[in-house]
């Protein structure tokens, strides 16, 4: 039996409907609903749309993944009706951070669905208490002193926007871009992303381009490089990012 076929059936067993109880909610016949549990054929896209938006479940991770092997108490939210990714916990049932390394992390907006991409992500605990859902994402840029190439961010997973506090810094998975790391500024219907090294103009991207967003928790330095080995772009940055800081004490100042 192929994955959707278990997972239509999966997902109605969990709501405790019968094919008939399904069927009347997808505006349906009964027998179709049989068709695609029994694998003889699967919905059409209108049909896959309507049950994503019925069980919550993302349309590729009814597709791609096998959702009886999680609880369903295991994923998270985004908006009303996607359920994004898997969570994984260790051995003491306590959620993972999950570590998207940089070679991991060319393959992470087809994977973020996917519980075979994620559970072969290492894990790491951090020695203090967090809150939330956390993963680590790799820094591939100069674009936000003083985090060089080679760090990661921690990120806390944010379900809504809502309460997003403007140029709090994150990270944001976008459908074109992949992993990127900046100030974020809420805008009607996008959002405005800025990068603490001046060089890089601010850019905005439309919500219906953002997969996820990670807010800000710590983040972790996995390089030696000394500071005398920065180059000519990282030092134009500090002494701009200084010279803003110093017109900021001075407002204040006065």
Not at 195 to 207: G, K, R, V, W
């Amino acid at each position: 039996m192929r994955k959707i076929a278990r997972n239509i059936k999966h997902l109605r067993t969990i709501q405790k409907w019968s094919q008939e109880q399904l069927a009347a909610r997808l505006d349906i016949p009964r027998a179709r609903i049989g068709s695609y549990e029994e694998g003889r054929c699967d919905p059409p896209i209108d049909t896959l749309v309507n049950m994503s938006n019925l069980f919550h479940v993302a349309i590729d991770a009814m597709v791609k993944c096998d959702l009886t092997k999680l609880d369903r108490h295991t994923f998270a939210k985004a908006g009303d009706n996607r359920i994004l990714f898997p969570i994984v916990v260790d051995q003491d049932n306590q959620d993972a951070i999950e570590v998207v390394t940089v070679k991991a992390s060319a393959g992470y907006l087809q994977g973020y669905a996917d519980p075979d991409y994620i559970e072969k992500l290492p894990l790491m605990n951090l020695p203090f208490a967090t809150q939330g859902k956390l993963r680590a994402f790799p820094i591939m840029g100069d674009s936000m002193p003083p985090l060089k190439p080679g760090s990661y961010v921690i990120g806390q997973y944010v379900e809504s926007l809502s309460q997003w506090r403007d140029g709090t810094t994150g990270i944001v998975i976008t459908k074109d871009e992949g992993i990127v790391y900046k100030r974020i500024y809420r805008k009607p219907k996008k959002l405005e992303l800025h990068s603490d090294n001046t060089l890089y103009a601010p850019y905005s991207i439309s919500m219906s381009e953002v997969v996820e967003v990670w807010r800000f928790v710590c983040s972790l330095q996995t390089t030696d490089q000394k500071d005398e080995e920065i180059n000519l772009s990282h030092i134009m940055a500090s002494m701009q990012i200084m010279q803003r800081d110093i017109q900021g004490l001075k407002k204040q100042m006065s």
